[in-house]
Structure formats: C-alpha cells, structure tokens
C-alpha cells in the first residue's frame, strides 16, 4: 500500500507565472484535502475534494483552483503567482470525506516563487 | 473566528526529561482536537486526537487531555527520546463549513539532546 506522494518536491517560479502541483492520494482514499504551510506557520486549509468535487475551501482567492480526477488523484493549481505564494504545499487524502477522519500526509511541494 | 494557540518554541530537552507542549484554543461549538508531529522531511502524521470534553487521546507514550473549561488541550510525555525530535501541531476541526477543513496552531519544534 503506497501512502500520499506528492511531486515535484520542490519547484521555483518567477512572478506571476503559473504553477501546478501534484498529488496522488493513498490507495483506497477518495478525499483529498490541500494545505499551505508558510515558513514558520501552521498549515492552512485551502481546499478539499471528494469524488472530483470540490467539497469546501478556506479563504484562499479564486487564482487558487484544484481538480480531482477519477483515480482520486489530485492537482492544485495557482495563477499569477505572488511573492507571498512561496510555500510548503501539502496534501492530504482521507478515505471519506469527514471532520473527525485521519487524514494521511504527504511530504509536500516546495514552492518559491522569486 | 476559530483559532488554536500553541506555545512558541523551540523547545530543548535532555532524554528522559518530561514534556508538555501547551495548547489552547478559541471556538464555537464542540471541535474535536488533534495533535499532528512533522518529522524532518516528512509530512504531517496524526499523533493523537480527542473528540469531546475530558476526552484522553494517547499514543506512543504522548497524552493530551480536553479540558472544555481551560479550552486547552496539552499535549505531555513523561519521558522523551531523541527520537521525539519533531515539529508538534495543535489542531481543531469545528466540523462546521468545510469538512476535514483542520485549523491548526504554528508548531512548537522540539529537540530532545542525549
């Protein structure tokens, strides 16, 4: 059983371009949550998926945007990339959309943006 | 809004030594309480939760206690090892709006010395 993966590991990207990161979800799990760890800060939810629909968000701009495919594989993608989008992206997979599910880590895209 | 407090770090121990982490947070309702642990170069992995009041979670030697009345939720170990090294995260989920959306504190970094 594989667990979360996530690629690239790391990425870096100029002003204003656009990125996408990638996540494949644990075998079995068909949610998949995207955080945003700032350097030193807590991670932040920016949104989640559930059978390739997009199932809440936190409070991240529309340039944040997301797809679920049909093997519960995910990608996250932003637009018009900021100074302030240099991150730790992580994702999550969980096998049910819920509050209380565990939820499994990936090790995260390193995102800077320059 | 929701928010979870953790102490600042970092925090440095000698092995054998006792821990507590101290968290607190502010919410509406009854979240439940989770306590996340970053390894270097990993993702984030559920150490323990609790999903109502006077609720223990336990695991791997780690306790926390929901205590409703103090609004906290410590996390403590008797006795650390160096393998204890990691960043620690509080979190809360308030199972309102989006779900599996975590809120979480920004991390106490622990360093446990032989």
């Known amino acids: 059983e594989t667990g979360v993966t996530q690629s690239p590991t790391h990425l870096i990207k100029t002003r204003g371009q656009q990125v996408t990161l990638r996540c494949s979800s644990q075998?079995?799990?068909?949610?998949v949550s995207w955080y945003q760890q700032a350097l030193g800060q807590g991670p932040q939810f920016i949104f989640q998926y559930y059978r390739e629909e997009e199932n809440g968000r936190g409070n991240f701009p529309p340039r944040f945007s997301g797809l679920q495919f049909p093997n519960y594989s995910s990608e996250l993608n932003v637009n018009a990339l900021e100074l302030d989008d240099s991150a730790l992206y992580l994702c999550?997979?969980?096998?049910?959309?819920?509050?209380?599910?565990?939820?499994?880590f990936g090790s995260g895209t390193q995102l800077s943006v320059l | 809004g929701n928010s979870v407090t953790q102490m600042e770090g970092p925090v440095t121990l000698s092995e054998e030594a006792f821990l507590t982490i101290n968290c607190t947070y502010t919410?509406?309702?009854?979240?439940?309480l989770f306590w996340y642990v970053q390894y270097p170069g990993e993702g984030l992995q559920l150490l323990l939760k609790?999903?109502?009041?006077?609720d223990k979670g336990s695991n791997k030697g780690f306790e926390a206690t929901y205590r409703k009345e103090t609004t906290s939720f410590h996390l403590e170990k008797g006795s650390v090892q160096v393998s204890d090294s990691a960043v620690y995260f509080c979190?809360?989920?308030?199972?309102?709006?989006?779900?599996?959306?975590?809120?979480f504190g920004k991390g106490t970094k622990l360093s446990v010395k032989p």
């Open positions: 999550a997979s969980s096998p049910v959309a819920g509050t209380n599910v565990k939820l499994f």
């Open positions: 979190a809360l989920s308030d199972g309102t709006g989006s779900q599996g959306n975590l809120i």
């Open positions: 075998s079995g799990h068909n949610t």
């Open positions: 919410a509406t309702g009854y979240p439940s």
């Open positions: 609790a999903t109502k009041a006077d």
